[in-house]
């Protein structure tokens, strides 16, 4: 029986792929409970499939144990919640913890893209480079190298830079009695 709604289920969702949008992505693919799977989020699940699980994706049997994959998701993070686990202080933290290295990623990302558009290396820096470093091979086999070794330097320098300018920016007060403390209770 299983078997059989999952088919239905991928009929429908192969279905509306095919015959365009009109209103198709407000479609319920699946009912867990109470939540509703459009097929606008089975549509996004399979775009953003882990690389491993891409492959699944090819197959119409594949399709359909992707999507009982996601199903069982859906029953364990109900039952997460229906447990409270969703509110647990440990679980809030992790949440935390993912929200600021995923935020950090972004705008470190964004500001190496911005700063290596700005960086120019020079036939002189490369060079210079070059006869400091004593290399043996002609100039003309290590210059691509050695561009690249000095550009990302100066990518370096401008991001610890740019990090150290809003440091400076900003209001920061160390307690030292209060990290010694916090030094003292971590033996």
Same mark, same amino acid.
């Given at each position: 029986?299983?078997?059989?709604?999952?088919?239905?289920l991928l009929f429908v969702f192969v279905a509306g792929? $095919?015959?365009?949008?009109?209103?198709?992505?407000?479609?319920? =693919?699946?009912?867990?409970?109470?939540?509703?799977?459009?097929?606008?989020?089975?549509?996004? %699940? *399979?775009?953003? !499939?882990? #690389? +491993?699980? !891409?492959?699944?994706?090819?197959? %119409? $049997?594949?399709?359909?144990?992707?999507?009982?994959?996601?199903?069982?998701?859906? =029953?364990?993070?109900?039952?997460?919640?229906?447990?409270? &686990?969703?509110?647990?202080?440990?679980?809030? /933290? $992790?949440?935390?913890? #993912?929200? %600021?290295?995923?935020?950090?990623?972004?705008?470190?990302?964004r500001k190496s893209k911005e700063i290596s558009g700005?960086?120019?290396?020079?036939?002189?820096?490369?060079?210079?480079?070059?006869? +400091?470093?004593?290399?043996?091979?002609?100039?003309?086999?290590?210059?691509? %190298? &050695?561009?690249?070794? &000095?550009?990302?330097?100066?990518?370096?320098? !401008?991001?610890?830079?740019?990090?150290?300018?809003?440091?400076?920016?900003?209001?920061? /007060?160390?307690?030292?009695?209060?990290? /010694?403390?916090? *030094? $003292?209770?971590?033996?």
């Open positions: 029986m299983k078997r059989i709604i999952l088919s239905i792929c $095919s015959a365009g949008n009109n209103g198709q992505d407000k479609k319920v =693919v699946a009912q867990i409970n109470k939540y509703k799977m459009t097929l606008n989020d089975l549509r996004y %699940e *399979f775009k953003n !499939a882990p #690389y +491993d699980e !891409a492959g699944l994706l090819k197959t %119409e $049997s594949g399709r359909k144990k992707y999507l009982d994959g996601l199903i069982e998701k859906e =029953v364990l993070l109900q039952e997460a919640q229906r447990l409270g &686990i969703d509110r647990e202080k440990d679980f809030m /933290k $992790s949440i935390e913890n #993912y929200w %600021e290295q995923a935020l950090l990623r972004i705008l470190l990302e700005l960086i120019h290396v020079y036939d002189n820096e490369i060079e210079a480079y070059y006869k +400091d470093s004593g290399e043996n091979l002609p100039l003309s086999k290590v210059k691509n %190298e &050695i561009r690249d070794i &000095i550009k990302q330097k100066k990518e370096t320098d !401008a991001m610890n830079a740019w990090i150290d300018e809003l440091k400076k920016r900003s209001y920061i /007060k160390i307690d030292e009695n209060v990290l /010694k403390e916090a *030094f $003292s209770n971590n033996k």
